[in-house]
């Protein structure tokens, strides 16, 4: 079949940042409604695949003639420069950067971690850890307090530095980096010094847990490397940089959004106050709706592959946008309506297939005891700004709120 595109978009670059904090943009939807595969323009350069439609979206991700390796020439990475990406291809991939055997024998390395009981046990923690920062935001001398500071990025950054053995004291150098690494305007020469200052304190980290070995993933991971025959230093320190950036970004931001969303929502808001079994079931939805992640689920074309009557060609670079396929309307009805009795645990906003994310468990876990102790134990909370005052991070590779300025 004949190629697709979008010809009244060809000037447009994707992906497009959000203008109104409630919305896909709406190209995605055209997009979407003429080929859930088109042809677009990347950010930073580049001609690549889109896939807008849910059900196409959910066929590449299954599919392994389509490669998460980032080595790749073609991989599409939006915004990195030049020197960032030829970077990026000699470094030794992460575990979303592996295919096949490689990246299923780093899955299993890790999955133990996640496992249910592992999650169970950890629950009574992380709610300490939850109601330690709401006592600190309840003993603030002045509001608004900013909850992204008080309460949305501690929570899973503390969370995450002990699940690792990440120092929690250096809270803020790592957090000051991987924001910066996320935005879409950070200069490529910042975004390699930062990409080297975090790989650097990481590498310093893990000999220092090859030495001393603690109580913690890292050094678990360290051992069992070491008695199997397949210990790399730098293999390590790609898998602790991806668990660290990921284990505490997107569940801060989805902690802000998921806030905002339910402030905004009353009546849904009051719905779970008074039937708190239903945190879960928002959660969902509140992950559907916002689906943060963008861009993480791109891929290259390893051969020829003919997809809802398009031929994707071996080479080809394609991003599957997460969030236009979460909003879907022939799957999720209404989809621009947060509706949090909807229930649809089958969005993709933990991506789908080989890829999906490790540690999507544990991400929920953290928001449904969030939500409901933040709204049983501050009833009143409301924003302290209009919602137009709100700095969203339209900017970066992970959407959210950079301040979240709330009182009582």
Same mark, same amino acid.
């Given at each position: 079949?004949?190629?697709?595109?979008?010809?009244?978009?060809?000037?447009?670059?994707?992906?497009?940042?959000?203008?109104?904090?409630?919305?896909?943009?709406?190209?995605?939807?055209?997009?979407?409604?003429?080929?859930?595969?088109?042809?677009?323009?990347?950010?930073?350069?580049?001609?690549?695949?889109?896939?807008?439609?849910?059900?196409?979206?959910?066929?590449?991700?299954?599919?392994?003639?389509?490669?998460?390796?980032?080595?790749?020439?073609?991989?599409?990475?939006?915004?990195?420069?030049?020197?960032?990406?030829?970077?990026?291809?000699?470094?030794?991939?992460?575990?979303?950067?592996?295919?096949?055997?490689?990246?299923?024998?780093?899955?299993?390395?890790?999955?133990?971690?996640?496992?249910?009981?592992?999650?169970?046990?950890?629950?009574?923690?992380?709610?300490?850890?939850?109601?330690?920062?709401?006592?600190?935001? !309840?003993? /603030? &001398?002045?509001?608004?307090?900013? +909850?992204?500071?008080?309460?949305? @990025?501690?929570?899973?950054?503390? *969370?995450?530095?002990?699940?690792?053995?990440?120092?929690?004291?250096?809270?803020?150098?790592?957090?000051?980096?991987?924001?910066?690494?996320?935005?879409?305007?950070?200069?490529?020469?910042?975004?390699?010094?930062?990409?080297?200052?975090?790989?650097?304190?990481?590498?310093?980290?893990?000999?220092?847990?090859?030495?001393?070995?603690?109580?913690?993933?890292?050094?678990?991971?360290?051992?069992?490397?070491?008695?199997?025959?397949?210990?790399?230093?730098?293999?390590?320190?790609?898998?602790?940089?991806?668990?660290?950036?990921?284990?505490?970004?997107?569940?801060?931001?989805?902690?802000?959004?998921?806030?905002?969303?339910?402030?905004?929502?009353?009546?849904?808001?009051?719905? !779970?106050? /008074? &039937?708190?079994?239903?945190?879960? +079931?928002?959660?969902?939805?509140? @992950?559907?709706?916002?689906?943060? *992640?963008?861009?993480?689920?791109?891929?290259?074309?390893?051969?020829?592959?003919?997809?809802?009557?398009?031929?994707?060609?071996?080479?080809?670079?394609?991003?599957?946008?997460?969030?236009?396929?979460?909003?879907?309307?022939?799957?999720?009805?209404?989809?621009?309506?947060?509706?949090?009795?909807?229930?649809?645990?089958?969005?993709?906003?933990?991506?789908?297939?080989?890829?999906?994310?490790?540690?999507?468990?544990?991400?929920?876990?953290?928001?449904?005891?969030?939500?409901?102790?933040?709204?049983?134990?501050?009833?009143?909370?409301?924003?302290?700004?209009?919602?137009?005052?709100?700095?969203?991070?339209?900017?970066?590779?992970?959407?959210?709120?950079?301040?979240?300025?709330?009182?009582?």
């Amino acid at each position: 079949m004949t190629d697709t595109t979008a010809p009244d978009l060809a000037d447009t670059e994707f992906p497009i940042g959000r203008t109104c904090p409630f919305a896909a943009p709406a190209e995605y939807g055209q997009l979407r409604d003429r080929a859930p595969i088109s042809k677009v323009n990347l950010v930073g350069g580049g001609e690549v695949w889109w896939v807008s439609g849910y059900e196409e979206a959910r066929t590449i991700l299954v599919d392994r003639r389509f490669s998460s390796d980032r080595r790749h020439d073609n991989f599409p990475m939006p915004n990195g420069g030049p020197t960032f990406r030829a970077r990026a291809r000699r470094q030794p991939p992460s575990m979303i950067g592996l295919d096949g055997a490689a990246h299923s024998a780093e899955r299993r390395a890790l999955i133990g971690e996640f496992t249910v009981r592992r999650l169970t046990a950890l629950q009574p923690r992380i709610q300490a850890i939850v109601d330690e920062f709401i006592d600190g935001m !309840l003993a /603030a &001398d002045q509001r608004p307090v900013d +909850l992204v500071k008080a309460l949305s @990025l501690p929570v899973p950054s503390l *969370v995450i530095c002990e699940m690792l053995g990440v120092p929690y004291a250096d809270h803020e150098f790592f957090q000051d980096r991987t924001t910066a690494l996320l935005r879409r305007t950070t200069a490529p020469q910042d975004r390699e010094r930062y990409m080297d200052e975090l790989r650097g304190y990481l590498a310093d980290l893990i000999r220092r847990k090859v030495a001393e070995p603690t109580d913690d993933l890292f050094s678990r991971q360290i051992t069992r490397r070491r008695d199997d025959g397949t210990f790399d230093e730098v293999s390590l320190v790609s898998m602790a940089f991806l668990l660290l950036l990921a284990g505490h970004e997107t569940t801060a931001n989805m902690i802000s959004l998921s806030v905002i969303g339910l402030l905004e929502k009353p009546d849904q808001l009051a719905s !779970l106050r /008074a &039937d708190p079994t239903r945190i879960p +079931l928002a959660v969902e939805e509140l @992950l559907r709706y916002f689906t943060v *992640v963008e861009t993480a689920t791109s891929r290259v074309a390893t051969e020829d592959v003919e997809i809802s009557g398009v031929t994707i060609r071996a080479h080809d670079g394609i991003v599957v946008s997460g969030l236009s396929a979460d909003w879907d309307p022939d799957v999720f009805e209404n989809p621009e309506e947060l509706d949090i009795e909807r229930g649809a645990r089958h969005h993709i906003a933990f991506g789908y297939g080989p890829h999906q994310c490790l540690g999507q468990n544990l991400a929920r876990l953290e928001l449904e005891i969030v939500l409901e102790t933040l709204f049983r134990r501050i009833p009143t909370l409301r924003l302290a700004v209009p919602m137009d005052d709100v700095v969203f991070r339209t900017d970066a590779g992970i959407y959210g709120v950079y301040e979240l300025p709330v009182t009582w």
